[in-house]
């Protein structure tokens, strides 16, 4: 029989065993509060602005871009300083709760609200101050800062300027981490190019400053893949003086070039030579869908070098002719390419969406397309296209330039290649309206066409124009590629160092969505 003081030796053993790892024994542990209320508990103690599903500003604060995709998150947290910020991170780490940033809110995933229900976003709003540094031309950027704001406040600042893309809403933060493309990219670059330091908040809470030279390899990763490893609250970024002499214009193309399959396939062939050798003061863009074929862009310089310029372009498409032209300065071209809506957009209450799927296709220089490649892609346009089962287009931009000459030392953006760029885009005819189901195979059906034809290896995507169908290892091979980080054979791969820069930085990954390394 076993002696009283052994029994009660076992029962505080036992005891004590629940306390350190209790596990669901009937009797043996008190019950756990729900992750909302460790949550909220702990964002509260912390004093942190935020709303959970209870608040009335709640709904409006998780809408996103892409109606197609409601996430719903567990809190939104609205920080105002990168204190704050570590707190919630923190606050979510206590609670076991993915983390995601919101910049803009444009992630076509609605990776912002963390691409899953249940998370905790960190929306940087508040983050929208602009300063240049007059001296060097560099600018700190608050993360939350809309893309026509920025324009704006860079130019009033001394005239500077970015590369970055066309739609005033979209936030630099999304943006500039994973690319950022615009009419300038073939003279300066992406907007990650320009990134010369980064403020972010680890995964651990920690508040640090990444650069060339200060926590370079995590520099290295955050600018180009940086959802993966931190909350970024402010941008340092090189500006250039702002060109005050631009041309725009539109290309008049006969419909012997914009008709049939082969015709389109030979007129993106004519594009694609001409931009081999084009200088990287002109950009082109041609918008296609279903009877529309329009090529338009940009010339910074006099109208008599445009004509220059454009001349190659003219001669190997017979009968083509320049249309609409025009000469802006720096503000009137970001009004131009920002369409009808206006540059400056408002602090809050931002309230534009749709509802979409969409994909994309990067090609590369050294290996240009073929007739062979494309002929296949625009008898699917031509055919099916023309009774697809949703509303649809594609936007083909030109790359090279500038963009091809960054090292790949500099930044995770591994695209150095890149020739021409095709975003493939469905919708619904109201944002309100249900996304019908054949739409997602349809477009990936149109990507194949064109997919289907390249050797394998080659095939490129673009993580701004994020699919979210695509499963992580998928995804990260499109948007990087597991070749050598830095260009020389048997180094680490783009992937694999990406990868191995997650485990070190956020090893429980904590910053997450459903595409990022460490999935």
Known sequence: MQKPW???????????????????????????????????????????????????????????YNLRLPWQPLAVVIPDSAEDVSAAIKCA????????????????????????????????????????????????????????????????????????GTCPGVGVGGHALHGGYGYASRMWGLTVDTIVALDVVLANGDIVTASATENAELF?????????????????????????LGVTFAINLPSTHTTTASA???????????VQTAPNELTLGLY???????????????????????????????????????????????????????????LSGYDLHDNLFAKSIVTSKSQPLTYANLLPFFEYFNNEGSSAPVPWWVIMDIYAGHINTVPLTQNSYTHRDSLLTFQLYTYTSSPTSPYPAGGIPFLNAMVASL????????????????????????????????????????????????KRIKEEYDPSHLIWNPQTFGN
């Open 6 to 64: 052994k029994a009660l030796l076992a029962l505080a053993s036992l005891h004590l065993a629940t306390l350190v790892a209790c596990k669901p024994i009937p009797g043996t542990c008190p019950p756990k509060p729900p992750v909302e209320t460790v949550l909220s508990e702990c964002l509260d103690k912390a004093m942190l602005s935020n709303l959970d599903i209870e608040d009335a500003a709640y709904t409006f604060a998780i809408k996103p």
């Open 93 to 164: 780490a206590a609670a076991g709760v993915k983390v995601s940033a919101r910049s803009g809110g444009h992630s076509y995933a609605a990776f912002g609200l963390g691409g899953h229900d249940g998370g905790l976003v960190i929306d940087l709003t508040l983050f929208n101050t602009v300063q240049v540094d007059q001296a060097t031309g560099i600018a700190a950027v608050g993360s939350g800062v809309r893309l026509g704001n920025l324009a704006l406040a860079l130019h009033e600042q001394g005239g500077r300027a970015l590369p970055h």
């Open 220 to 244: 290295w990763a955050l600018a180009g893949a940086g959802s993966s490893f931190g909350v970024v609250t402010t941008f340092h970024f090189q500006t250039h003086e702002a060109l005050e």
């Open 264 to 274: 389109k396939a030979n007129t993106i062939l004519a594009i694609q030579a001409f």
């Open 288 to 346: 296609m869908e279903p009877g529309v074929f329009s090529l338009s862009g940009l010339y910074w310089g006099t109208v008599s070098d445009f004509n220059i310029a454009i001349a190659p372009l003219l001669a190997s498409l017979p009968g083509s002719s320049v249309t609409d032209v025009k000469t802006v300065n720096w503000v009137e071209s970001l009004q131009h390419l920002a369409g009808s809506g206006p540059v400056q957009q408002p």
């Open 451 to 498: 997919t289907n034809t390249l050797p394998q290896g080659q095939v490129k995507a673009y993580a701004n124009y994020v699919d979210p169908t695509l499963s992580p290892a998928e995804a990260q091979q499109l948007y990087y590629g597991n070749q050598p980080w830095n260009g020389v054979a048997g180094s680490e791969g783009a992937v694999d160092r990406l």
